[in-house]
Nanobody, 124 residues
Framework: QVQLVESGGGLVQAGGSLRLSCAVS????????MGWFRQALGKEREFVAG????????VYADSVKGRFTISRHNAKNTVYLQMNSLSPEDTAVYYC?????????????????WGQGTQVTVSS
């Protein structure tokens, strides 16, 4: 069983930056594609960014493309989400998820394991 723990959330002013981290337990981290999702109050969970097993492929939601960067360090069993140029519309609980797939998928139901989430609040 895989466990994921997010960290790095907090309160930031519009235009600022945050870096989220997701620490993944187990010996098979490199066999999972990883994704970041977010859920704002009153909204459905939505895909933010994903990265393939090797880190060679990345996928971003249009709403964050050019502002957010997903990366992974397999030797540390960690995936990151660098968030720049934040706006209040980015306020949400951010979740890290793992998917036993060769490709990056964008649907939450396709992911196998989830972290507890970390709150990101962007003030105007």
């Amino acid at each position: 069983q895989v466990q994921l723990v997010e960290s790095g959330g907090g309160l930031v002013q519009a235009g600022g930056s945050l870096r989220l981290s997701c620490a993944v337990s187990g010996r098979t981290f490199s066999t999972y594609a990883m994704g970041w999702f977010r859920q704002a109050l009153g909204k459905e969970r939505e895909f933010v960014a994903g990265i393939s097993r090797s880190g060679g492929s990345t996928v971003y939601a249009d709403s964050v493309k050019g502002r957010f960067t997903i990366s992974r360090h397999n030797a540390k069993n960690t995936v990151y989400l660098q968030m720049n140029s934040l706006s209040p519309e980015d306020t949400a609980v951010y979740y890290c998820a793992a998917d036993a797939s060769w490709v990056v998928r964008t649907t939450a139901d396709e992911y196998d394991y989830w972290g507890q989430g970390t709150q990101v609040t962007v003030s105007s």
